[in-house]
């Protein structure tokens, strides 16, 4: 077996032709080894990407929220992104109790396909803000709820709103499983499982956006809440279930109780566990949000306070590394940024450190004014978002380091048998002179100057490349 692997990294003449053409190669299916993404030759797979969240109805039409069009996809290729998080809605999956709409999921699906042929891999999120429409959010349709706004009950809007009470006593139905609301929502994710489970483009569905407790959330302070994440994980390993039921090999991503978004660790797969977590379909995704950043935007808190970034992203992510830790599964970012550049270093670095890939909050507001419009990863959210990365890697990522103001990429690997090069995206922002590199225990097997550099291993060292403008 080992023989015809180490033959079959020899030939690489077709991943040559491939990367050097300027037409794009479709996303092929990843599956899930321990923490890592492989692709169909069994490199390891890093994604970086953007969020594309539609929140009006009806979800992922053109119109007012987003559009993703071909020329979108494009885009985001160009700049050598390989993946979207792409939001779909409840409310848009099962627009009356117990009926699909089947025009919804062809939508969904579409969408799909034209990020697909552009090599973007694309996860499907449940999105959710303040639970429902019936509260000025998205997510829940209003058939799925009793609860209602006291008459009177002032509303703050987001992210404030989640402490209203008649709010809270809606999430408690939710995990209550009140009139069947999960059952529904098992059956409407399960219905979109089914419908994308023939394409290879999607990398899973994320079960829920941001879950918030309910009436449980005080007992979420300052330690997070054993008591009410045994519930939660009860209810993901459910919805788990129903999707493996309709697409066994889907990957299904597990988000922590958004008291995560205050800093507080999850207590889901907690031990002692004995956990469908190690099946190799399910992964974690986390939001890595400044809460002070946030703060400042959303309700007007001191500016200074970005100053307690650091040490919160360092948290937050001392939470994730806990969780991958017990549990073995891939992680990914799935939310930062949400426009403040100040913040990006601190979530890409780490994540960058730990070969963890994201998706930056949002690509809305990455195409917002028209300067934007002319250059959407111009200026500084661009140096930072597009990366020189090891997107698909013949063996085990050891260690990464890319400076955004210089273009330096430094990274090593452990080479293992796969059936094509490792291929690295070099950035469009960095280096308008061309670039220079160097390898240690490989060679570059793509044509000088290629946007995408392969590489291959020449023994069993370890494989050390070193880009520099
Ligand atoms: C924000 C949007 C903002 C909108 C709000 C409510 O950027 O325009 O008014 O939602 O719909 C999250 C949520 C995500 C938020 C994002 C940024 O998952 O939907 O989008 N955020 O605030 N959690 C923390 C931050």
Redesign the pocket.
């Known amino acids: 077996l080992a023989l015809v692997a180490a033959t079959a990294v020899l030939s690489v003449d077709g991943a040559r032709v491939h990367a050097e053409s300027p037409s794009p190669q479709r996303a092929g299916e990843l599956r899930i080894q321990g923490r890592w993404f492989l692709d169909e030759h069994d490199r390891r797979v890093l994604l970086h990407g953007v969020n594309n969240?539609d929140?009006t109805a009806p979800y992922v039409q053109p119109g007012d929220g987003f559009t993703v069009t071909a020329e979108d996809a494009r885009l985001l290729a160009r700049h050598g992104f390989n993946t979207v998080r792409l939001g779909v809605s409840f409310d848009g999956l099962m627009p009356n109790r117990g009926e699909l709409d089947e025009r919804y999921l062809d939508r969904v699906a579409h969408v799909v396909d034209v990020l697909g042929a552009e090599g973007i891999h694309v996860l499907l999120d449940n999105?959710q803000?303040?639970l429902s429409e019936i509260w000025g959010?998205?997510g829940f349709p209003e058939w799925a709820l009793e609860s209602r706004p006291f008459p009177g009950e002032p509303n703050p809007?987001?992210?404030l709103y989640y402490l209203m009470p008649s709010m809270n006593r809606a999430w408690d139905e939710v995990w209550n499983n009140s009139n069947g609301v999960l059952d529904h929502l098992g059956d409407a994710l399960a219905a979109l499982a089914e419908r994308v489970s023939d394409k290879p483009a999607v990398l899973g569905i994320e079960l829920l956006?941001?879950p918030w407790p309910g009436t449980a959330f005080p007992t979420c302070f300052p330690a997070g809440c054993p008591a009410f994440d045994r519930e939660y994980q009860a209810v993901h390993e459910r919805l788990t279930e129903r999707i493996k039921g309709v697409a066994p090999e889907l990957p299904v991503f597990w988000e922590p109780n958004?008291t995560w978004?205050q800093l507080m660790p999850t207590h889901m797969a907690d031990p002692p566990w004995t956990p469908p977590i190690t099946d190799e379909r399910v992964a974690f995704s986390f939001?890595d949000?400044c809460l002070a950043s946030?703060a400042a935007?959303?309700l007007g808190l001191p500016e200074e306070l970005v100053g307690a970034c650091p040490a919160q992203h360092e948290l937050t992510w001392s939470h994730a590394d806990d969780f991958v830790a017990r549990t073995n599964v891939p992680a990914m970012v799935t939310?930062f940024g949400?426009g403040d550049p100040r913040v990006l270093a601190n979530t890409l670095q780490r994540a960058d450190e730990r070969f963890v890939g994201w998706h930056y909050?949002?690509y809305t507001?990455v195409v917002g004014s028209a300067e934007e419009r002319r250059d959407p990863f111009g200026g500084e959210l661009g140096k930072q978002l597009v990366r020189t990365y090891p997107r698909a890697t013949a063996g085990t990522p050891e260690s990464m380091d890319f400076d955004a103001e210089t273009g330096r990429f430094e990274y090593t690997y452990q080479p293992e048998p796969a059936t094509a090069p490792t291929e690295i995206y070099v950035s469009d922002r960095h280096y308008p002179n061309g670039y220079e590199v160097s390898v240690r225990g490989g060679r570059v097997v793509s044509a000088p100057g290629s946007s995408v550099l392969l590489v291959e291993s020449t023994g069993s060292e370890p494989v050390t490349v070193d880009l520099r403008a």
Do not use: L
Request: hydrophobic content about 15%; charged content about 20%; glycine content about 12%.
């Open positions: 969240v929140k999105h803000d303040g959010g998205n809007g987001f992210p956006n941001e958004v978004n939001h949000y946030q935007t959303y939310e949400d909050w949002h507001s």
